[in-house]
């Protein structure tokens, strides 16, 4: 749970079924291994469900330079088991997912509405992606719904970095974790 305020994750291993990162902090995984897990029966995975509730917040998950890859559990059972990166919690939510290695275990669309058939967010979310990599990277059969987005700019992703979205130049230093500052 990324409750509040501004946090940083660097090498973690996140495991989980449904909304397993969630809350409105302003929070950044780096270099991450997010692994999804064998839901319930009847069940989806989706990683994220980020509750930003004002436009005007400036919180958000971003998951950079990391891996998103199956479970041992979800493995054997990964062709009846959609994975989603995420799914709108509130209006406004925004995560955006940079130069991270996506597995096959990842749906095509990639995002998933709050409830099968539900608009909820789709127009006011903001879900990107920026230079993936892996099987499950092509963005040719993402959502079309008005608030996902394809980053092509640098200076577009940037926004989501260490250094710009949890200014993490100004306190991550002082703690002695690694990180990297921009993309």
């Not at 997912?97 to 058939?117: F, N």
């Not at 640098?154 to 921009?182: C, E, H, K, N």
Request: charged residues 15%; positive net charge.
């Amino acid at each position: 749970m990324v409750h509040s305020q501004r946090q940083f994750y660097r090498g973690c291993y996140i495991y989980g079924t449904v909304d397993f990162i969630f809350g409105n902090a302003a929070v950044v995984f780096q270099n991450c291994l997010i692994l999804p897990r064998r839901p319930l029966k009847g069940q989806a995975n989706v990683i994220t469900a980020q509750g930003r509730a004002d436009p005007f917040q400036n919180t958000g998950i971003s998951i950079h330079n990391s891996r998103i890859q199956p479970a041992p559990d979800l493995k054997p059972v990964i062709r009846t088991v959609k994975t989603y990166m995420g799914r709108p919690w509130m209006k406004y939510s925004r995560t955006v997912v940079l130069k991270t290695h996506l597995d096959s275990a990842v749906s095509p669309l990639g995002w998933s509405p709050w409830t099968e058939g539900s608009v909820f967010g789709l127009d006011t979310l903001f879900y990107a992606e920026y230079k993936n990599t892996g099987p499950g990277s092509s963005t040719k059969w993402r959502v079309r719904w008005k608030g996902f987005h394809v980053l092509n700019r640098d200076s577009d992703a940037s926004a989501f970095t260490v250094g710009r979205f949890i200014a993490g130049t100004v306190w991550l230093p002082q703690t002695g974790v690694p990180f990297t500052s921009g993309l």
